[in-house]
């Protein structure tokens, strides 16, 4: 993975959100949304993530969507 390749917001580990500085001090709560609720289906779910209001207009294209 090089810094222009999204990473997977499903798929990623905490430490790799955290890389993202939209997401940085975030990767942890992520990672633990999506794995108690089965993954992101689109990155305004990210609103519901706590302290995560009016991130996803922010990635870009930091992340994408895999199968969550």
Do not use: C, W
Request: proline content about 4%; cysteine-free.
């Amino acid at each position: 993975m090089n810094a222009t390749s999204p990473i997977d917001i499903n798929t990623a580990t905490s430490d790799a959100l955290d890389a993202i500085p939209a997401l940085k001090g975030h990767g942890f709560e992520i990672a633990r949304y999506r794995d108690d609720r089965g993954g992101f289906s689109d990155l305004r779910q990210l609103a519901e993530v706590p302290g995560m209001a009016h991130v996803a207009e922010s990635l870009g294209d930091a992340v994408t969507i895999g199968n969550g």
